[in-house]
């Protein structure tokens, strides 16, 4: 890619796989010309990876996350995470945004905090800059802590859930669409953050819309175009060069 590569920093690093996925398919319909959901989806995180994944509209990147985070289940082809088979305690590693949130109303925000603490089985204390109490107050959202869910604004819910997924995402750290909502601050504070994700060694998958973020901040990029990965890692080009010219102009691009 042009300019600032994060990638270039991580040379000679030995890389450890998080999260692999292997020939991944989940169809819901195959047209002549285009295949709703994925098929033999391949993908791989190192730890201190940050991956951008993008693509058209109805592409599949949502299917694909919800695949990786057991939302859904695959009609065939596996997901590893750090080598083994997806299990509970696997599970309280990872953290998880989607695009569109389920939440519970009747709680206050330091109550459902503390029910996905129980859940994870982890403080909102630790992690250091990274631990949910941190996050809250480097987002601006401990104020709103008080209050039920169910009262706050979209961008207000998406920074609390942002607290909560990197907070707990220990290892693995899942993001549909993390941005928006997100005033001009917020923004800049989770590129930050996600940096400093990256320091810590954790392995990051977002899905965003936002080239620009992409370019800045993600070490490879993955392309989702018609149900399948296109592309991943390329030198020399811009994030909107190589989205051109795997989905516009339909070209191979190598593989690196």
């Known amino acids: 890619m042009a300019g600032s590569n994060p990638a270039s920093d991580r040379k000679g690093l030995v890389e450890i796989c998080v999260l692999e996925v292997r020939n991944l398919t989940k169809i819901y319909r195959k047209l002549e010309e285009r295949v709703e959901g994925i ?24 299917t694909l996350i919800k695949l990786i985070t057991t939302v859904l289940e695959p009609d065939s082809g596996e997901i590893l995470f750090e080598g083994e088979r997806m299990d509970k305690g696997s599970k309280r590693k990872i953290g998880y945004v989607p695009e569109n949130p389920f939440f519970y109303t009747n709680l206050k925000g330091w109550e459902l905090a503390r029910f996905m603490e129980s859940i994870y089985q982890a403080d909102l204390e630790d992690g ?29 819910l998406r920074k609390f859930l942002l607290s909560l997924a990197i907070a707990f995402g220990t290892r693995l750290i899942v993001l549909d669409e993390p941005t928006n909502g997100l005033d001009p601050d917020s923004y800049i504070s989770l590129k930050e953050i996600l940096k400093e994700c990256r320091e810590d060694n954790r392995a990051v998958l977002i899905a965003t819309h936002q080239l620009p ?6 070490d490879k990029i993955a392309i989702c175009y018609n149900g399948r990965i296109q592309s991943f890692t390329i030198k020399d080009e811009t994030v909107e060069e190589l989205y051109r010219n795997i989905v516009h102009h339909n070209r191979e691009v190598q593989v690196k």
């Open 39 to 62: 098929e033999n989806a391949s993908l791989k995180i190192s730890a201190g990876e940050i991956i951008g994944l993008i693509g058209p509209n109805g592409a599949g990147k949502t």
């Open 128 to 156: 250091g800059r990274l631990s949910f109490v941190q996050l809250a107050k480097r987002l601006n959202v401990e104020e709103h802590l008080g209050k039920f869910v169910s009262s706050y604004s979209q961008g207000i």
């Open 213 to 218: 973020m992409a370019q800045e901040i993600v």
